[in-house]
T-cell receptor
Framework: ELKVEQNPLFLSMQEGKNYTIYCNYS?????LYWYRQDPGKSLESLFV?????AVKQEGRLMASLDTKARLSTLHITAAVHDLSATYFC??????????FGTGTRLTIIP | DTEVTQTPKHLVMGMTNKKSLKCEQH?????MYWYKQKAKKPPELMFV???????INESVPSRFSPECPNSSLLNLHLHALQPEDSALYLC?????????????FGDGTRLSIL
């Protein structure tokens, strides 16, 4: 069974600073996804990482995947208030099955 | 606006009631999912339908009964629920196969059991 852990669970950042969220998973997962969830809202897909060494960027967010280390990272550059949300990574295993990480609640402080 | 539509958005029911949650997508996806999300927790998979057939049941109690009438619709029938079943219920859909595309989530139904 796939287990997915994220850290930190809570992150409070000042605007303009950089930080990284880490996602570790326990066994082989052939796909890694990052989602964003605003309070009381649904999950919005951010990135799909398909293979070892994959790197994807959208605006101030960049995600990467290291399958050998079983690690994915979500890097935030020059944070702005609009990025405040909960971020989940999720690993795919057993075909259509997703297991979500514990989530990182990000708060950007002016 | 999400491409996966869930109704109702909110539902309050007693423990003896029977109700249904509905989910609809028109993206041509052949996999559909139900997740349960408690406050401040990640979504937990409940059921997966592939090509309108139940392919995964994550040991969900029988008081939850899924149904997939056709490739666009997914229902979750509820009966004799317990207070601990209060949660956000999310529906998702995706293509089947290589996982190159993410699952698309609806806005959810917030369920409260009295």
């Amino acid at each position: 069974e796939l287990k997915v852990e994220q850290n930190p669970l809570f992150l409070s950042m000042q605007e303009g600073k950089n930080y990284t969220i880490y996602c570790n998973y326990s066994t082989t997962s052939d796909r890694l996804y990052w989602y964003r969830q605003d309070p009381g809202k649904s999950l919005e897909s951010l990135f799909v990482l398909l293979s070892n060494g994959a790197v994807k960027q959208e605006g101030r967010l960049m995600a990467s995947l290291d399958t050998k280390a079983r690690l994915s990272t979500l890097h935030i550059t020059a944070a702005v208030h609009d990025l405040s949300a909960t971020y989940f990574c999720a690993g795919r295993w057993g075909n259509e099955k997703l297991t979500f990480g514990t989530g990182t609640r990000l708060t950007i402080i002016p | 606006d999400t491409e996966v539509t869930q109704t109702p958005k909110h539902l309050v029911m007693g423990m003896t009631n029977k109700k249904s949650l509905k989910c609809e997508q028109h993206m041509g996806h052949r996999a559909m999912y139900w997740y349960k999300q408690k406050a401040k927790k990640p979504p937990e998979l409940m059921f997966v339908y592939s090509y309108e057939k139940l392919s995964i049941n994550e040991s969900v109690p029988s008081r939850f009964s899924p149904e997939c009438p056709n490739s666009s619709l997914l229902n979750l029938h509820l009966h004799a629920l317990q207070p601990e079943d209060s949660a956000l219920y999310l529906c998702a859909s995706s293509q089947i196969g290589d996982g190159h595309q993410p699952q698309h989530f609806g806005d959810g139904t917030r369920l409260s059991i009295l």
